[in-house]
Nanobody, 124 residues
Framework: QVQLVESGGGLVQAGGSLRLSCAAS????????MGWFRHAPGKEREFVSA????????YYADSVKGRFTISRDNAKNTVYLQMNSLKPEDTAVYHC?????????????????WGQGTQVTVSS
């Protein structure tokens, strides 16, 4: 079983950057597709980005394309989300998720392991 712990959230001004990390413990996540989702108050959980088990396939929501970059280091069992040019509408709790699969999923319901989340707040 994979346990996921996110870190790196915080308060940043619009235009700033943050780097989120998702550390996996337990069974290695190196064979898992990993995703980042965000959940803002009053909104449904939203897909942000996803990466295949070996990092050769990357996916982004249109709202973050060109600003966010997902990557992974399987030797460290860690997935990253580099967030640049942040906007107030990026404010949310960001969760990472895992699914042991070679398929990369974009829907929250397709992931079976979730972290507790890290708060990202972007001030205008």
């Amino acid at each position: 079983q994979v346990q996921l712990v996110e870190s790196g959230g915080g308060l940043v001004q619009a235009g700033g950057s943050l780097r989120l990390s998702c550390a996996a413990s337990g069974r290695t996540c190196s064979s898992s597709a990993m995703g980042w989702f965000r959940h803002a108050p009053g909104k449904e959980r939203e897909f942000v980005s996803a990466i295949s088990w070996n990092g050769d396939r990357l996916y982004y929501a249109d709202s973050v394309k060109g600003r966010f970059t997902i990557s992974r280091d399987n030797a460290k069992n860690t997935v990253y989300l580099q967030m640049n040019s942040l906007k107030p509408e990026d404010t949310a709790v960001y969760h990472c998720a895992a699914r042991a699969s070679t398929i990369v999923y974009l829907r929250p319901a397709d992931y079976d392991r979730w972290g507790q989340g890290t708060q990202v707040t972007v001030s205008s």
